[in-house]
């Protein structure tokens, strides 16, 4: 008889415990339709804290709502600035129990707006350069998607691009930055940089067969993207293979005559060919003009450009210095070819003057414009502007 009353008294108070718990899931519920979160959030905490709600679809099914609702009201910061996670494990663990299926659309509905959170809140963490805390993000939000039979491709985008700011600072990334946008590739992704970053981290990886196929499979979905035609000549470029990227870029300047991005790229790969010394030196001397005319033509295009604008200077300041570097050895008995030289070689620099001194308007503590300009002061004589340069560089 005693065993049977200690029963029964278990009995009602597992009732009385499952009885709390509904009643406080109500009032959750309740205040929730009434858009008082606060109350929501209250009664809900209370309710899911009963051991009887490990087996309550509904209940977990209430938390999700409510936690989602938090996440896109004002008061989240406030309320439960992790509500997102919050309402995903609770969908989860409500999807789990619900083997009725009687909240199935709701939560598959409501899966795909938190989903949606997972991005955005992924997208904010990317753009502070939190790639570590951005990737888990963009996971979840692929995974949504995928529960429901559906492929996230910006996600997977996201993803990917996260792994290539990675791999770029280390290598240890590279073959999974690989694998993510191999992936959007294989699902034909309408976006040209999934291509040319592809391509990009091939030739990194010293695959350049690979890079050629991917840009290829670009070319074909894009015909005559510039920047896939860019990506090829930089392919080429790193291959030294210059005919074939000034083929390629001519072919993109044709088609977009004030792309600033293609003139800078022919100007940079005619550099390259006036430096190869297995050239004649008159076709040598005709890249150094070309050069310079195309670096001419994009800062024509854009006057702020600095790196176009650098390398003109660039290019000017380095023929000075041979021309002057050849004229130091001649010997003493050559004095008229060596003031001819100097001259020349002056006036090289002087060319490069406005173009280095536009440079440190632009990027005032950029060293490397002003290790030149301190040069050019020096050996130009221009005593006032040396002090100001040597100046800022005993900041640097």
Not at 360 to 374: A, G, N
């Given at each position: 008889m005693k065993r049977t009353l200690v029963l029964f008294a278990l009995i009602m108070l597992v009732s009385a415990a499952f009885a709390q718990m509904k009643k406080d899931r109500t009032s959750a519920y309740n205040y929730w339709m009434k858009k008082d979160l606060v109350k929501a959030k209250e009664f809900i905490d209370k309710a899911i804290a009963y051991p009887e709600a490990v087996t309550d679809s509904k209940v977990w099914f209430y938390r999700g709502n409510i936690y989602l609702d938090i996440q896109l009201s004002p008061a989240k910061a406030v309320l439960a600035p992790d509500a997102i996670n919050v309402a995903y494990d609770a969908y989860l663990k409500a999807r789990e129990l619900d083997t009725k299926e009687e909240f199935k659309e709701d939560i598959t509905a409501r899966m795909a707006a938190i989903g949606g959170e997972f991005f955005n809140e992924g997208i904010s963490y990317f753009q502070q350069n939190n790639f570590d805390g951005a990737i888990p993000l963009f996971d979840k939000a692929i995974k949504i998607s995928a529960d429901n039979h559906?492929?996230?491709?910006?996600?997977?985008?996201?993803?990917?691009?996260?792994?290539?700011?990675?791999?770029?600072?280390?290598?240890?990334?590279?073959?999974?930055?690989?694998?993510?946008?191999?992936?959007?590739?294989?699902?034909?992704?309408?976006?040209?940089?999934?291509?040319?970053?592809?391509?990009?981290?091939?030739?990194?990886?010293?695959?350049?067969?690979?890079?050629?196929?991917?840009?290829?499979?670009?070319?074909?979905?894009?015909?005559?993207?510039?920047?896939?035609?860019?990506?090829?000549?930089?392919?080429?470029?790193?291959?030294?293979?210059?005919?074939?990227?000034?083929?390629?870029?001519?072919?993109?300047?044709?088609?977009?005559?004030?792309?600033?991005?293609?003139?800078?790229?022919?100007?940079?790969?005619?550099?390259?060919?006036?430096?190869?010394?297995?050239?004649?030196?008159?076709?040598r001397a005709d890249y150094f003009t070309k050069a310079t005319d195309a670096y001419k033509e994009a800062i024509a295009v854009d006057s702020n450009y600095f790196d176009a604008i650098f390398n003109l200077g660039a290019i000017y300041f380095n023929k000075g210095g041979e021309v002057i570097n050849e004229a130091n050895k001649l010997p003493i008995s050559e004095t008229a070819k060596y003031d001819k030289l100097l001259a020349e070689g002056n006036n090289y620099l002087n060319l490069s003057l406005p173009y280095l001194e536009k440079c440190?308007?632009?990027?005032?503590?950029?060293?490397?414009?002003?290790?030149?300009?301190?040069e050019i002061y020096t050996r130009l004589n221009k005593t006032e502007k040396l002090v100001a340069i040597n100046a800022k560089l005993s900041t640097l």
């Open positions: 559906v492929i996230d491709t910006l996600a997977n985008y996201g993803a990917a691009l996260c792994l290539e700011k990675k791999a770029s600072k280390d290598v240890v990334f590279l073959d999974q930055a690989i694998a993510k946008y191999q992936y959007l590739v294989d699902i034909k992704m309408k976006e040209v940089s999934v291509y040319t970053s592809l391509a990009n981290l091939y030739k990194d990886k010293g695959n350049l067969d690979k890079a050629s196929e991917i840009i290829g499979i670009g070319k074909s979905l894009f015909p005559g993207n510039t920047d896939l035609i860019i990506t090829e000549a930089n392919m080429y470029i790193s291959t030294n293979n210059h005919a074939k990227a000034v083929s390629s870029l001519m072919v993109a300047k044709e088609k977009e005559p004030k792309n600033v991005s293609v003139l800078y790229a022919i100007g940079v790969t005619y550099d390259l060919l006036k430096n190869d010394t297995k050239l004649p030196d008159a076709e440190e308007k632009i990027q005032p503590l950029d060293k490397p414009t002003l290790v030149s300009l301190k």
